[in-house]
């Protein structure tokens, strides 16, 4: 069983920068393919970005703005949020799975959440 918790939101202006964390705990975190997603309310759960050994991947709405990193050695993953606009406003869930894929289906482990505001 994999735990996740994130952290690092908070309130940004539009234009401004924010990082998020997600540590993991309870199994080979190298091993997984780590994602993040985002849910606006009233919206479906958005793929935001992947990485996995070959390298990272990105929503269509995040590429050039978002860089996701992992530490394999200190079991945590990171998303690097730049020009943010107000429309990236939600909450912010790491997950952990098997293969990379936008469908949150395809996760198996979730975090809590942490909330991003962009205001305008």
């Known amino acids: 069983q994999v735990q996740l918790v994130e952290s690092g939101g908070g309130l940004v202006q539009a234009g401004g920068s924010l990082s998020v964390s997600c540590a993991a705990s309870?199994?080979?975190?190298?091993?997984?393919?780590m994602g993040w997603f985002r849910q606006a309310p009233g919206k479906e759960r958005e793929f935001v970005a992947g990485?996995?050994?070959?390298?990272?991947y990105y929503g269509d709405s995040m590429k050039g703005r978002f860089t996701i990193s992992r530490d394999n050695a200190k079991n945590t993953v990171y998303l690097q949020m730049n020009s943010l606009k107000p429309e990236d406003t939600a909450v912010y869930y790491c997950?952990?799975?098997?293969?990379?894929?936008?469908?949150?289906?395809?996760?198996?482990?979730w975090g809590q959440g942490t909330q991003v505001t962009v205001s305008s």
């Open positions: 997950a952990a799975g098997w293969r990379i894929s936008r469908d949150p289906g395809a996760y198996d482990y």
């Open positions: 309870g199994g080979t975190f190298s091993s997984y393919v």
């Open positions: 990485i996995m050994r070959s390298g990272p």
